[in-house]
């Protein structure tokens, strides 16, 4: 795709604007995600994965953290010695880091900003979340990027878990997940709350297939990847690093 076909969507900026105005919504570990199909189960599927398969967790890296959600399931498996959260909203991260704060003893590092611009140490993070974050990616260009970056932070034998919203390839199985979506949101809120998300949706986020990103994984270096769930318009999946 070129470039020029993203020139409609939201800046990085103007995503940072609404999620500032969203924080109560995004605090509530059960209700957060109301928006997302299977919102609890791909939390639980991802963190439980992360931990079986990278069960000494020292460094935990939480990309587009929100207001801490995923990482606060994940203390309830593990206790890492140090937690990054990235995210472009700052208060955001400072209710994150509030909440993480009750139940964790260590090093909290906060980092405002795309987190493909900040201060990340490589071959050291062991488990790395991205909940809802890709779909704000971009053109090809941005997608290798971004996924090369993550690999490079991953320590080796770490993982990186995702949920978010994913596309499909064929146009009418697309069309098909998308009648599926819109049917679950208008049991959430009604044809207005629906019509709102899928408003959103088309200013902010440019998706990908979790067929795409599964093989692009593979392509950045990740020697194993897993499909945990997948459900409509959105999926829980994730990648190891080999081992040194």
């Given at each position: 795709m070129q470039a020029d076909a993203y020139d409609n969507k939201s800046s990085l900026e103007e995503i940072r604007v609404r999620f500032d105005q969203d924080v109560e919504r995004f605090s509530n570990l059960n209700t957060g995600q109301a928006a997302t199909m299977d919102a609890l189960l791909t939390m639980e599927l991802i963190t439980k994965a992360a931990v079986a398969s990278t069960p000494e967790v020292n460094h935990l890296l939480d990309i587009g953290c929100g207001a801490g959600n995923n990482t606060m399931k994940l203390l309830e498996l593990c206790s890492p010695k140090t937690i990054t959260l990235v995210d472009l909203s700052l208060p955001m991260l400072q209710r994150a880091k509030e909440r993480i704060r009750a139940n964790f003893g260590g090093a909290?590092?906060?980092?405002?900003?795309?987190?493909?611009?900040?201060?990340?140490?490589?071959?050291?993070?062991d488990v790395i979340l991205a909940a809802a974050v890709l779909h704000h990616l971009r053109d090809d260009q941005d997608w290798q990027q971004a996924l090369g970056m993550i690999f490079s932070l991953n320590s080796p034998g770490g993982g990186f878990w995702i949920s978010d919203l994913v596309s499909q390839e064929h146009p009418p199985v697309q069309a098909l997940m998308e009648q599926r979506y819109g049917a679950y949101l208008g049991t959430q809120g009604g044809a207005a709350y629906r019509d709102k998300v899928f408003a959103y949706i088309s200013r902010e986020d440019s998706p990908r297939p979790v067929t795409f990103q599964l093989d692009l994984l593979r392509r950045v270096g990740y020697s194993q990847v897993e499909l945990l769930h997948k459900n409509a318009c959105f999926a829980a999946f994730g990648a190891i690093k080999a081992g040194s």
């Amino acid at each position: 795709m070129q470039a020029d076909a993203y020139d409609n969507k939201s800046s990085l900026e103007e995503i940072r604007v609404r999620f500032d105005q969203d924080v109560e919504r995004f605090s509530n570990l059960n209700t957060g995600q109301a928006a997302t199909m299977d919102a609890l189960l791909t939390m639980e599927l991802i963190t439980k994965a992360a931990v079986a398969s990278t069960p000494e967790v020292n460094h935990l890296l939480d990309i587009g953290c929100g207001a801490g959600n995923n990482t606060m399931k994940l203390l309830e498996l593990c206790s890492p010695k140090t937690i990054t959260l990235v995210d472009l909203s700052l208060p955001m991260l400072q209710r994150a880091k509030e909440r993480i704060r009750a139940n964790f003893g260590g090093a909290i590092r906060l980092l405002q900003g795309d987190f493909r611009t900040q201060p990340l140490e490589h071959n050291h993070y062991d488990v790395i979340l991205a909940a809802a974050v890709l779909h704000h990616l971009r053109d090809d260009q941005d997608w290798q990027q971004a996924l090369g970056m993550i690999f490079s932070l991953n320590s080796p034998g770490g993982g990186f878990w995702i949920s978010d919203l994913v596309s499909q390839e064929h146009p009418p199985v697309q069309a098909l997940m998308e009648q599926r979506y819109g049917a679950y949101l208008g049991t959430q809120g009604g044809a207005a709350y629906r019509d709102k998300v899928f408003a959103y949706i088309s200013r902010e986020d440019s998706p990908r297939p979790v067929t795409f990103q599964l093989d692009l994984l593979r392509r950045v270096g990740y020697s194993q990847v897993e499909l945990l769930h997948k459900n409509a318009c959105f999926a829980a999946f994730g990648a190891i690093k080999a081992g040194s």
